[in-house]
């Protein structure tokens, strides 16, 4: 079983928004904070967005203002909203899982395209 399924990558145009979607195994999602990554070619993989399990976020300078980070304990998933797009953001963009003993997961990642 994948731990950390994501969805939503996609083409938009500048200014657009995306939505993203990572879904967990239960066992890890209650345990970890969850994190948006993304790495463009050429590029290190780099921190976007987290969401600690206390619901506290943190982000990327890049992203702040313009992504949203959110959890649902329900659905142990984990969304990035991002609205303002533009053409520094496209790449592939992970999911992770993060215990606090420092373990992480990685999902497989999801293209993110911005273009016209």
């Known amino acids: 079983q994948v731990p950390l399924v994501e969805s939503g990558g996609g083409l938009v145009q500048p200014g657009g928004s995306l939505r993203l979607s990572c879904e967990a195994s239960?066992?890890?999602?209650?345990?970890?904070?969850m994190g948006w990554f993304r790495q463009a070619p050429g590029n290190e993989r780099e921190l976007v967005a987290r969401v600690n399990r206390d619901g506290t976020t943190n982000y990327a300078d890049s992203a702040k203002g313009r992504f949203t980070i959110s959890r649902d304990n329900a659905k142990n998933t984990v969304v990035l909203q991002m609205s303002s797009m533009n053409l520094d953001d496209p790449a592939v963009y992970y999911c992770?899982?993060?215990?606090?003993?420092?373990?992480?997961?990685w999902g497989r990642g999801t293209q993110v395209t911005v273009s016209s």
């Open positions: 992770q899982a993060q215990y606090t003993s420092g373990i992480f997961w």
């Open positions: 239960a066992n890890i999602f209650s345990s970890s904070a």
